[in-house]
């Protein structure tokens, strides 16, 4: 069975530093899809960022990049340039191609605080 | 705009009563999910359905029930025998493929 570990249960950094949260998984899927999703303190769910595990370049979007590292099993996010407003709650997911269910596989979650 | 609207925002449950929340999307997406998420547990998924008239038990499915009459609405009952039901509801929706899942606002549930 597939798992998505997220070891940093809280971190922090000051406002216009950059900031890595930490994401392992386990599959024996070759093809897949791993995601970050932010939960800020109205509890809903943004979708950050995406990666197709075939795709060997990391994803970006804007401030936020992950460092993919299939061999390892990693995917992390780094967010620069911090904001305020990226306090949140950070989930990472896998999804896996091999069944036809799309299901999501989440972590624990990293709460990031973003401090003045 | 598209979206997915989970009501109500907040729900309280007698002890013996079953509980019905509401998901509905307009997004024209052929899968829905329900989560439950519990401080320090993440998501857990609880049912799924990929298409009309069908759907799948998740994880934690137990004291649970769905239904999946129309692709739009996929709503969810707690029923008396969830003995532990305070949590907070997710409702998501998906196109097959590439796409990641849209998320409702959610429903906090309680119990009085």
């Known amino acids: 069975a597939q798992t998505v570990t997220q070891s940093q249960p809280e971190m922090s950094v000051q406002e216009a530093e950059t900031v890595t949260l930490s994401c392992t998984y386990d599959t024996s899927e070759n093809n897949y899809y791993l995601f970050w999703y932010k939960q800020p303190p109205s509890r809903q769910m943004i979708l950050v960022i995406r990666q197709e595990a075939y795709k060997q370049q990391n994803a970006t979007e804007n401030r936020f990049s992950v460092n993919f590292q299939k061999a390892a099993k990693s995917f992390s996010l780094k967010i620069s340039d911090s904001q305020l407003g990226d306090t949140a709650m950070y989930f990472c997911a896998f999804r896996g191609t091999g069944g036809a269910t799309n299901k999501l596989i989440f972590g624990t979650g990293t709460l990031l605080a973003v401090q003045p | 705009d598209g979206g997915i609207t989970q009501s109500p925002k907040y729900l309280f449950r007698k002890e013996g009563q079953n509980v019905t929340l509401s998901c509905e999307q307009n997004l024209n997406h052929d899968a829905m999910y329900w989560y439950r998420q519990d401080p320090g547990q993440g998501l857990r998924l609880i049912y799924y359905?990929?298409?009309?008239?069908?759907?799948q038990k998740g994880d934690i499915a137990e004291g649970y029930s769905v239904s999946r009459e129309k692709k739009e609405s996929f709503p969810l009952t707690v029923t008396s025998a969830q003995k532990n039901p305070t949590a907070f509801y997710l409702c998501?929706?998906?196109?097959?493929?590439?796409?990641?899942?849209?998320f409702g606002d959610g429903t906090r549930l309680s119990i009085l």
């Open positions: 359905s990929q298409i009309v008239n069908d759907f």
């Open positions: 998501a929706s998906t196109q097959f493929g590439s796409q990641p899942q849209h």
